[in-house]
């Protein structure tokens, strides 16, 4: 999609890939959302709602990224970054906003 | 010694584990028979092939895998010429030309030069993006990519394709191997093996086209997709060619030699032309060419004694096996292993526990067998076929898993001089030999003595059988069975941490990579323990990985349920001034903080700061981090001590100041309390530290391994010092001691019961030497420590990696 098209679709532009450090999250505040953004080692990036889905409450952006999952830094869940899902044996969902790059640019959607 | 001029000349082409092998082998048996010249193109002395990954990944050096050093070929008088590429053998006169125009004369020559892989030649294949996979610049190629691309395509399934397509896949790429024919491994596999394992690797993430032909590579100047040769395409942006090895006959071909696939010999390695041998992947003996490390050892061993003079038993052909190492998937195949009219088969298929199990038998004798799903009596099997048992009640019941096989009873029976590690040539006698001469209880120590293991690893069960069966009734396999640090990986504590030196791994990645972790990423276990070892390893050479730091050590402050944070300034020995007390209540009040609370171990925790205000509020205060959240020193506690007290007999206030001062902020392996009390009535709580001290008239007593926390544990006395000076080496030499030795995460509650007090007192107290070397290693890791707090707010970058926000205000379009 191009930039046009991104923007029509509710999608805001937050910065430059370079900004993303490699498995240290990044936190965006995108009017009132908290969004936790990580790029993994082979450099795709995901934006996950800052919320920890354990029962404990808290937040997921700094926790530790290993390949496509993330390690809730409070409860200890694993945590897909593509899909927001909790993965067994524990369960639960975190909301996900989808990521566009354009040239280096990263736009995040609505959830 | 003989004069050289009287001895035979031999040349040697090719500098690779063939070749150097056989020298070897013939220095053993007659060192004075050759004067010999070694020639190869590689710019390097012989080297471990089979570990040339580790130097892809910067584990090793060049230098460590070197299997021969140049001293050594001086030392046996061997002239090597590296980087000397020989290009044609005069076989009438006698003489190999070298690539500078030289000639040299020989009596004797053994070629072994070894094997490239095979590139199919398609429309496309020079294309960017397209690699073989062998040497180092293919593996380096691999890693960029698993960066930069997702879909991948293997061509070949085989052994060496299939490990290719499982390194991609653990990198994290979309992997598609490509098979031409509809079996995997079909030349070590049936088809009921062959669909098994494609299942499995199915299961793991694989996807396969098999029955396909590739015709072209498609794309412009670098590779974008594969057609197969019924028109349908495969979407392919890093392509791995691993569809076979061609033996390097050319030099042969060109001077007259008989080749065929490889260059032919006979059953004692002699070509076509007098006085030339060929050894290893270059030859072809009776049809077939090898491709894998033990025939090289065979075909070495009858040249070398041919060459010598010894009587020997003609080189008959290796009986090849095949183990392929895929985590969760075991398959082993070896001798024959297609049904035939001729032979008879036993068959076992357990659909249900995917288990696959045969045995082929000709006129009793048995010559083949496949195991998929349960390979553990793989090294009996093929002991059996090389010796041509006769198949009884009794084989048959141990290998279809009918009978209970008492354990190690399956590396009885292997002969002395089989080769268990075929890629260290060690055999079962050496082994053996190891175990009982200098007294070994575990395969860490095997590995470290004889070198069996130390490659691929695939060899480790056995191993561990062979040193179960010699060591019978001492063998401790509660010892052996230590579980792996987390589900990554098999390996204890103490394997990763001796690899660690071993091989002089400096990152995490190195370490899981090197050490083969299944997964290649590690997790919240293993990442931030790696992170850990490594930092106490090489206090120098290791920089910190703040990703695999958990929450509270990455952002140096304790993360609360709200997702605020705790901020605990430094207050040496639980003493303060009222200019400090000000400058915190100000700083409380400025930003805000939900809470002030004085803590267990004496001093203020301002609690419910807001995350981007941490290092402003460090800024502020002007003090260094109290460490409150991190693995390491916590707080020196004391009492008032003589100063004011009427009881108190020692200093402590002064003396718990002092400690907190040198042993702060150095990286433990779990949260370490210490405390120091003036006199017997504990006042400061000496009972339930890490490190106790007691002041009394004249000396100071030292008390170890306490716990106040989870699982209650009174210190226990470790010794008496008189001075001030002995005090803190002996606190060095345990510190240093705990870090050292200590699990990532274990409290030295935990880690003394395990070590043994004794063993301790042993160390520290009674070994003034040891205990010296201890306290100067802890000198040297305390000269590495920096204050966090100072070095974020100093370090732009590091603060805007971890604390910078991206702020995007409400209101763009649409909303």
């Known amino acids: 999609m191009t930039r046009e098209q991104l923007e029509a679709a509710g999608y805001r532009l937050v910065g430059n890939v370079e900004q993303f450090p490699a498995r240290i999250g990044k936190l965006v505040r995108l009017g009132e959302s908290e969004i936790a953004v990580f790029k993994t080692t082979n450099g795709e990036l995901f934006a996950l709602e800052n919320r920890s889905p354990g029962p404990r409450g808290g937040t997921i952006v700094d926790g530790i990224v290993s390949g496509g999952v993330l390690y809730d830094p409070i409860c200890d869940w694993r945590i897909g970054l593509a899909d927001g899902a909790v993965q067994a044996p524990d369960c639960g969902q975190v909301a996900v906003y989808p990521v566009r790059l354009v040239d280096g640019d990263v736009y995040i959607g609505r959830p | 010694m003989q004069q050289h001029s009287d001895r035979q000349r031999l040349i040697v082409v090719g500098n690779g584990m063939a070749g150097i092998n056989t020298v070897e082998q013939i220095l053993k048996l007659a060192p004075e028979a050759y004067r010999i010249t070694v020639f190869g193109s590689e710019p390097y002395p012989n080297y471990n092939r089979i570990q040339l990954s580790y130097v892809l990944e910067k584990s090793k050096s060049i230098d460590e895998i070197i299997l021969n050093s140049r001293e050594w070929y001086a030392e046996n008088d061997i002239e090597l010429h590296t980087g000397t590429t020989v290009t044609h053998i005069d076989t009438a006169a006698k003489t190999v030309k070298t690539a500078d125009g030289a000639d040299t004369p020989y009596d004797k020559l053994i070629l072994a030069t070894g094997s490239r892989p095979f590139m199919l030649p398609v429309p496309g294949a020079d294309k960017q993006g397209i690699v073989g996979f062998r040497d180092i610049a293919d593996c380096e190629t691999m890693l960029e990519a698993a960066g930069k691309y997702r879909k991948a395509a293997v061509i070949g399934g085989g052994l060496l394709g299939l490990e290719a397509a499982k390194g991609l896949l653990k990198l994290g790429m979309d992997v598609t191997v490509v098979h031409l024919l509809g079996e995997l491994m079909e030349r070590q596999l049936d088809p009921t093996a062959s669909h098994l394992l494609q299942q499995e690797l199915e299961l793991q993430g694989l996807k396969f086209a098999m029955g396909q032909k590739t015709e072209e590579f498609l794309g412009g100047e670098r590779v974008s997709g594969i057609r197969f040769g019924d028109g349908s395409t495969l979407e392919a942006e890093f392509v791995v060619m691993a569809v076979g090895i061609r033996p390097n006959v050319e030099l042969a071909r060109a001077s007259g030699i008989e080749t065929n696939r490889g260059i032919v010999v006979d059953d004692l390695l002699r070509t076509s032309a007098e006085g030339v041998y060929a050894v290893g992947e270059c030859n072809e003996h009776r049809g077939v060419s090898y491709g894998l490390v033990a025939p090289l050892f065979e075909q070495g061993a009858v040249l070398a004694k041919h060459l010598c003079g010894v009587d020997t038993a003609p080189y008959a052909g290796s009986v090849v096996s095949t183990q392929l190492k895929i985590s969760g998937v075991e398959v082993f195949s070896a001798g024959e292993f297609m049904d035939a009219s001729d032979l008879t088969v036993v068959r076992m298929h357990d659909e249900w526990r995917r288990i696959y199990k045969k045995v082929l038998i000709r006129g009793g004798v048995i010559v083949g067998g496949v195991l998929v799903g349960d390979s553990s009596q793989s090294a009996r099997l093929q002991q059996w076929i090389r010796t041509g048992a006769v198949m009884n009640d009794e084989y048959h019941a141990i290998v279809m898993g009918a009978a209970a096989v008492s354990a190690g009873s399956g590396v009885a029976e292997l002969a002395d001089e089989e080769i268990v590690c075929g890629c260290n040539g060690v055999t079962k006698k050496m082994i053996v030999e190891a175990i009982r001469e200098r007294e070994l209880t575990t395969v860490d120590e095997i590995k470290l003595t004889t070198g069996a293991t130390r490659s691929c690893g695939g060899c480790k069960p056995v191993v561990e059988q062979i040193l179960k069966l010699t060591l019978g009734d001492k063998y401790d396999s509660a010892a052996a069975k230590q579980a792996g640090i987390c589900d990554c990986t098999p390996l204890s504590r103490d394997e990763v941490v001796t690899a660690i030196k071993e091989k002089g791994l400096i ?9 083969d972790w299944h997964n290649k990423e590690g997790c919240s276990k293993c990442r931030p323990a790696l992170n850990y070892y490594l930092g106490m390893i090489w206090p120098q050479e290791h920089a910190d990985e703040k990703d695999s730091r958990f929450v509270n050590e990455r952002m140096h402050g304790n993360i609360q349920k709200d997702g605020t944070f705790g901020v605990v300034p430094r207050m040496y020995g639980g003493v303060t001034t009222p200019e400090d007390l000000r400058l915190i209540a100000d700083v409380a009040v400025k930003y805000n903080v939900k809470l002030v609370k004085v803590t267990g171990g004496q001093r203020l925790d301002l609690l419910g700061v807001k995350r981007e205000d941490l290092p402003a509020i460090w800024s502020d205060l002007g003090m260094p981090s109290g460490y409150a959240y991190a693995k390491a020193l916590r707080t020196v506690k004391t009492c008032v001590g003589s100063q004011f007290c009427r009881f108190g007999t020692k200093d402590s206030m002064g003396m718990g100041i002092v400690l907190e001062k040198k042993y702060e902020r150095l990286d433990m392996p779990a949260k370490f309390k210490m405390a120091v009390n003036g006199c017997p009535r504990n006042c400061a709580e000496s009972s339930t530290k890490d490190i106790g001290i007691v002041g009394n008239e004249g000396a100071w007593e030292i008390y170890v391994g306490g716990n106040g926390g989870i699982k209650a544990r009174l210190a226990e006395l470790l010794c008496k010092v008189k001075t001030d000076e002995e005090l803190i080496e002996i606190i060095s030499a345990f510190m240093q001691y705990y870090r050292e030795t200590g699990k ?72």
């Open chain 2, 507 to 515: 990152t995490s990645k190195e370490v899981r990579y090197a050490l």
């Open chain 2, 744 to 815: 990532y995460l274990e409290r030295t509650s935990d880690w003394i019961e395990r070590v043994g007090l004794e063993k301790v007192k042993a160390v520290i107290v009674e070994d003034a030497a040891g205990r010296k070397a201890l306290a100067d290693r802890m000198e040297a890791a305390l000269e590495q420590v920096r204050e966090p707090w100072q070095e974020i707010l100093d370090n732009p970058n590091l603060r805007e990696r971890l604390f910078g926000e991206i702020r995007i205000p409400a209101g763009g379009p649409k909303e």
